[in-house]
């Protein structure tokens, strides 16, 4: 019994290393990348503008979903309005520490776009108003160009340069 007693810890422990390095890498694939813009423009549905923006995140929740966001000043001093699409891809950006960037061309295929507007003090000034959308994303590290459109008809264009 007490020589097979390390050969139980060692097939304990084997386990819980295997899940401390699945967790590393599922963390080494979320991150950020914050880029601001040379030209940006992008159309907002709900208060039926258009206009330039003056950074896009990109957020990576794992490989495979995205959210690019288009962030703007808003109509008010100190107010700010973003537009956000998210969806699949077979190829995410490289993350390392919740750093990313982007190693190659993204296609991102829509599922959904969002606005929101945030007051002076970076308060959501209501929920985020959301569509479910068919459309796509192209993202490389000159600049990103997004199109979709809602069910309803709404229709979304963003696109900006880095």
């Not at 601001?36 to 003056?54: F, H, M, P, Q, Y």
């Not at 295929?109 to 959501?124: K, M, Q, T, Y």
Request: charged share 20%.
């Amino acid at each position: 019994m007490k020589r097979s007693l390390p050969l139980l810890l060692l097939a304990g422990v084997l386990p819980l290393l295997a899940s401390v390095a699945h967790s590393q890498s599922e963390i080494d694939s979320m991150g950020r990348l914050e880029l601001g813009t040379t030209n940006c423009s992008r159309n907002l549905v709900i208060n039926k503008e258009s206009g330039g923006c003056a950074r896009v995140v990109i957020d990576q929740m794992d490989r495979e979903y995205l959210s690019v966001s288009f962030y703007a000043r808003g109509p008010v001093r100190g107010s700010s309005d973003k537009l956000t699409f998210g969806g699949t891809t077979n190829r995410g950006m490289e993350c390392k520490n919740t750093n990313c960037r982007i190693s190659g061309p993204i296609k991102l295929e829509l599922s959904s776009a969002s606005e929101v507007d945030f007051d002076a003090n970076g308060v959501a000034k209501t929920l985020p108003s959301a569509w479910p959308v068919i459309g796509e994303c192209s993202i490389n590290s000159n600049g990103v160009n997004c199109e979709a459109k809602a069910l309803m008809g709404e229709q979304w264009t963003a696109t900006a340069s880095f």
